[in-house]
């Protein structure tokens, strides 16, 4: 019956060591009591029930020697692969507890020592290396002999085979017999009549199935192909333990592969953690619920190895208590009941337990620091007799050997214990990816030990885990300290929780049956040396300080994924680049019928391994060149990505050839793929002054690459996709492509009902739709532009215009049916640019070749326009949604009014409307646009507003200006124009004034003002009405001081080179108009005071001080005015008028900001 156990108890013996003791697993049953022996049992008789098989004492127990001492050569792999969780990480040492007790006596026993050492992840297994056999094994096959000429010339000169003494078989034969005794009931058996003859023969039969059990044939060099046995079946996503059949489990192969012991033991010995295999026979009885039984001479008594053995045995197995039975020549004589904490302190058994602990300590630090390349065999050898011991790297040795025929039997289960290892891992690195760098050791260590042509399988599924190790469907964690997709270092066996922990390794034999140890001649061949067993009990002598690490830079696994299943052959032809085939979606999803399982081109049979191997590979190849093309896309670095999409889609085509069927999940990464093909070839259209370099990128090609390729044609032509995946010329292409690569991926997931992804390529659609219809309006734009001679619209500017209106129409209904309104938006925005562009290609010319009218045909496209900008603006909702995209339209919507009302007042249509009418559209227009400024918000287009505003009330200043000076008859109407004209130059002026970069603009509106002044003043008749309106027009006069000194101050810049001129920019100053304003400007001053000066000197009424002052005031300004040189340079002009009226300011009473 086997049990479980996860309990443990901890045992302090004086304070001074930890030992802990967690029972993995068990065969045998709860402990019965022992019977007690009476007094003179002679041992020598054998019970009735000798050498029948019993659970109490376990598989050893049907064999003459008991529980046998000697362990085989693989129990360790036996052990690990029952619990590989513990593997690599959690355990320091897996190993046979004779082994364990072996290396912690080194320092007490002059016996021989010999274990095989090899390390997996941070664990150690030790397994005894039984030299004796190893060279009977040499002379019957000759694959070890170099080991046995290397043994012979460095360590032992005259081996021979030693045959172990009748004393030895004499003492296992009583001890056998003892414990059989113990457990039978009644204690009475009968004698069995024995042959001396026939015992010796079995003691030769016994010592001959020791050494010719210990080695399983299935790891000889002449062992059969594993690709019979070793089948991994469908290799999922994530590798689980049970794709792994249990090769070593069945039939003769798995000889020496079990796990054979009684019970495994999780002991923790101090800090060190071992999972050990016992054999010992355990007894219930006593004061405590567990003994262990003992047979003792009692003529001998018990020396220091004997109680470390049983010390050990008994912390091993958490067993309290040891119950020893003294015998004389095979005769029981009495019992002792000993306490396990004092078994240390027993006569001529003493021994300090701190110091097994160094012992302990020291081996484990000198194997961790030694034992350091994976799937190398170690070899720790201390000659019998000797004090010195070593430590050689067999591996390293075994392929130094020049003989062809070199074999490590190790080699096998140490590489798949290796794989099962690093599969168990992987389970847990989906929750922990601080495992990768160590799975990647595993599996690359593993696959260096195995031969591709012997185990293609294992191979291939190694090579396919390490490409899982890179997550192609996640993201990076961010909180991770390094991306394993960009690459850097790991530690595989570092732990920053928990210092590296030391390990032990032991194995005991107290018949040493090597010859005297000889000088040797040569340490070279050693990794290292343990001068005197001595140093071993020096605390902390040893220190592990080896650190593995692992260059962990990112590489493309394709290589690695595809060489463990595919084997070279022929050169295929190349794919014709001159033949495109349609980008389009086949329907593969029809599954393949039982009749229809025809090999591939490459001759694969469908549902072999080799062809779900394959699957699998050029799927993740195709994930893997995705992964690239995204982070070279990232990195701007367009033509290396198109290359690795162009790969990634051939992998796919290839996948396609071998597969019967595409599941969903498959064609969801296609539907990516075809998306992210489309974004790579829209950024290439947009970057279009990069093209040599993105040539280059997309031509470089890597071996890698170059095998990858090979390797997909021997399954498909890999052409399905050229059309998508070239690298075009033309800008205009390159955006059908794109258009067609996100069309195919729409057909993917319409027709796999992928609506996961659904939005994401409708919204891909929509904007190349809506690039496309940029591209063609620009086209259009350039057109027009280009055109010498204004004449009707052309053929092919029609065409784009055609063009243009349906890719953005398409591309809003993309958008509508997401619900995206502000992309909506957008489009809606760039439908009425559309508009506009052809409202300006139909603009009229005169003969003459200057500005028509406005025609018709300008009025009703820019009403389109406004319907377009409108619906974006009901689209939006509301600012909030998308402030940018609002004030975006906004802008548009109100430069579209504007536009609109400035040609419909600067080219009337008065052919075909009337005055009155233009106006009140005019009127209208501007309204309107001047609704849309807005002048609240601040944001950067805020002065821009403002200066429209102050714009469109100027224009509209003017206009009633004129239709005031023109107006005859209706006095009403007059007035009417008059309020508005003055009502717009006020807005005009204090708009114009708060921007501060606009003088000109200001200058000419108050001088406008002004001429509006002096127009009413002519149809005055009284000289008092005459002076308060020339009196009025000098207050205008003087506000515009505040243009004349923003001119001077940017003349000033200009003149001191603080600016460099540019005349072309707003807020710079346009000295052509200056000089024009100017001209204006002095003729306008002087005729107001003139008609002041004679107006206040011809009144008739007595003036008062205060108007004889201001008559003075004038009379001295219209002076300076009239002796003003009149070429004099523009600056002091400007200083010499802000002078003048600065002189005005005072006495008018009027200031800078007057209205």
């Known amino acids: ?24 697993y068990s065969a045998a ?42 362990s085989k050569p693989f129990s360790s792999f036996g052990m690990a692969y029952e619990f590989i969780d513990c593997i690599g990480d959690d355990v320091d040492v897996v190993s046979d507890s004779e082994n364990i007790k072996k290396l912690l006596k080194i320092p007490y026993s002059k016996s021989h020592v010999s274990m095989a050492v090899h390390r997996v992840g941070r664990t150690l297994l030790l397994d005894e290396l039984d030299i004796q056999e190893l060279f009977m094994r040499s002379s019957q096959t000759g694959d070890w002999t170099w080991l046995k000429e290397f043994y012979q010339r460095l360590i032992d000169q005259k081996w021979q085979r030693k045959k172990k003494s009748k004393e030895h078989w004499y003492q296992k034969a009583i001890l056998s017999k003892f414990l059989y005794y113990s457990i039978n009931g009644d204690g009475a058996a009968e004698p069995v009549p024995d042959n001396p003859n026939e015992e010796e023969e079995e003691e030769e039969e016994n010592e001959a199935e020791e050494y010719s059990s210990s080695w399983p044939t299935a790891f000889t060099s002449e062992s059969v192909s594993m690709d019979s046995k070793f089948g991994l079946g469908q290799v999922t996503s994530v590798p689980k333990e049970q794709n792994l059949p249990m090769l070593f489990d069945e039939g003769e192969n798995s000889q020496g592969l079990r796990n054979d012991f009684v019970r495994n033991i999780m002991w923790t010995f101090e800090d060190i953690h071992m999972l050990v295999g016992s054999n010992m026979p355990i007894f219930g009885g006593g004061r405590y619920p567990a003994v262990s039984l003992r047979l003792r001479d ?18 091993m197995c958490n067993v309290p208590e040891l119950v020893m039975c003294f015998h004389v020549n095979g005769i029981v004589q009495k019992y002792e009941m000993i306490k396990t904490e004092d078994i240390p302190h027993l006569e001529n058994s003493n021994f300090s337990t701190r110091v097994v602990k160094d012992i302990a300590q020291n081996i484990l630090s000198f194997l961790k620091s030694n034992c350091t390349k994976e799937g190398h065999t170690y070899w720790l050898f201390k000659a ?99 991306s394993l997709r960009g690459g850097g270092s790991e530690d595989s066996y570092s732990d920053e929780d928990r210092e590296e922990e030391e390990e032990l390794t032991e194995d005991s034999d107290e018949n040493g049956s090597y010859s005297s140890f000889s000088s040797p001649q040569d340490d070279s061949k050693a990794v290292a040396v343990i001068r005197s067993v001595g140093e071993l009990s020096v605390p902390e002598k040893y220190k592990s300080t080896h650190q593995i690490r692992v260059n962990n830079a990112h590489h493309v696994m394709c290589r690695l994924l595809l060489d463990g299943t595919i084997k070279k052959e022929s050169d295929l032809p190349a794919a014709d680049p001159n033949t495109p085939i349609p980008l389009k979606y086949e329907d593969r999803t029809r599954p393949l019928q039982a009749d229809e399982k025809h090999p591939s081109r490459s001759g694969m049979i469908p549902g072999s391994w080799q062809h779900r191997m394959k699957l699998q590979l050029f799927l993740k190849a195709s994930k893997a060149y995705y992964v690239l093309s995204d982070a070279a896309s990232n990195l701007l670095k367009y033509g290396r990505a198109l290359r690795y999409i162009k790969l990634s889609l051939q992998c796919y085509d290839a996948y396609c050839s071998v597969s019967g069927a595409l599941h969903p999940h498959v064609l969801q990464f296609h539907s990516q ?183 018709p045909e300008e009025a009703l496209y820019y009403n389109k326009a406004i319907v377009y900008y409108s619906r974006a603006i009901k689209s939006l909702a509301s600012r909030k949604n998308h402030p940018v995209v609002w004030d975006s339209v906004n802008w548009e919507l109100s430069t579209t009014y504007f536009t609109l009302a400035t040609l419909l007042q600067d080219y009337a249509p008065l052919s075909r409307k009337a005055q009155e009418q233009i106006e009140r ?55 009417q124009h008059r309020s508005l004209a003055e009502l717009h130059y006020s807005k005009a002026v204090c708009l114009f004034l708060s921007l501060k970069d606009a003088p000109c603009e200001l200058l000419r509106t108050l001088l ?35 243009a004349f000194q923003l001119i001077h101050n940017e003349l000033l810049e200009e003149q001191i080179e603080v600016r460099l ?13 200056v000089m024009k304003l100017i001209g204006v400007f002095e003729p306008s001053f002087s005729f107001l005071l003139l008609q002041l000066i004679k107006l206040m000197t011809t009144m008739k009424r007595k003036p008062s001080n205060k108007d004889e002052e201001l008559l003075k005031t004038y009379k001295n300004v219209y002076s300076k005015l009239l002796r003003a040189e009149k070429n004099a340079p523009l600056l002091s002009r400007v200083k010499l008028h802000i002078e003048l009226l600065q002189q005005l300011t005072p006495q008018t009473g009027s200031d800078d900001t007057h209205s």
């Open 298 to 315: 009692n003529n001998k008594p018990i020396n220091i190895l004997t109680g470390i053995d049983y010390w050990l045995d008994n912390l």
């Open 1061 to 1073: 001129r540019k005349a072309d920019r707003k807020g710079w100053l346009n000295l052509q108009e």
């Open 384 to 482: 019998s007799g000797s004090d010195i011991v070593k430590l050689y790297d067999l591996t390293t040795l075994c392929e130094e050997a020049e003989e062809e025929k070199c074999q490590n039997p190790f080699t096998l289960p140490v590489a798949v214990l290796l794989y099962r290892v690093a599969s168990n891992l992987m389970l847990k690195a989906r929750q922990n990816r601080k495992h990768y760098g160590t799975i990647r050791t595993l599996l690359l260590n593993c696959v260096k030990l195995l031969d591709e042509e012997r185990h293609p399988q294992i191979m291939a599924s190694a090579h396919y885990m390490l490409s899982e190790l890179f997550q192609l469907d996640e993201p990076p964690e961010e909180d991770e300290g390094e």
């Open 673 to 855: 793929c075809l998306s992210l093909c489309g974004d790579i070839q829209l950024m290439l259209a947009q970057n279009a002054n990069n093209r040599a370099a993105y040539l280059e990128e997309y031509s470089y090609q890597t071996k890698e690459d170059q095998e990858i390729l090979h390797s997909l044609h021997r399954e498909s032509s890999c052409q399905a996709f050229n059309m998508a995946t070239d690298l075009a010329m033309d800008p205009e292409y390159q955006l059908f492509v794109s258009s067609k690569c996100y069309e195919a991926a729409y057909e993917l997931v319409i027709s796999e009902a992928l609506k996961d992804q659904m939005a994401q390529v409708l919204k891909r659609l929509g904007n190349i739709r809506n690039e496309m219809g940029v591209y063609y309006m620009n086209q259009a734009a350039a057109m027009q532009t280009e055109k010498e001679v204004k004449k009707s619209v052309s053929v092919a500017e029609q065409e784009m215009w055609k063009k243009s209106f349906a890719f953005f129409e398409k591309g809003m209904k993309d958008f509508e049916a997401i619900g995206d309104s502000t992309n909506t938006a957008l489009l809606l925005c760039n439908t009425g640019r559309l508009m506009r562009i052809c409202a300006q290609a139909h603009c009229a010319v005169s003969a003459d070749q200057s500005r028509g009218e406005f025609s």
């Open 1008 to 1042: 406008e003002r002004v001429a509006f002044a002096e127009f009413t003043m002519a149809g005055q008749s009284s000289n008092a009405a005459k002076l308060k309106s020339l009196t009025g027009a000098v207050e205008i006069m003087a506000e515009t001081r505040c």
């Open 921 to 975: 559209e005019v009127t209208e227009a501007m309204m309107k646009s001047l609704k849309y400024c807005d002048l609240q918000t601040e944001s950067a287009r805020q002065p821009l507003y403002q200066y429209r505003a102050a714009t469109i009330h100027h224009r509209l200043a003017s206009m009633y200006h004129s239709c005031f000076r023109n107006q005859v008859g209706d006095e009403h109407l007059r007035k």
């Open 1 to 24: 019956a086997a049990l479980k156990s996860t309990s443990g108890s901890y045992l302090f013996l004086n304070n001074e060591i930890k030992s802990r003791a967690v029972v993995k």
């Open 29 to 70: 049953p709860p402990p019965a009591s022992y019977a007690l022996l009476q007094e003179k049992t002679d041992l020598k008789l054998p019970p009735a029930n000798w050498l029948r098989e019993h659970p109490q004492l376990g598989s050893a127990g049907t064999t003459v020697l008991g529980s046998s001492s000697k």
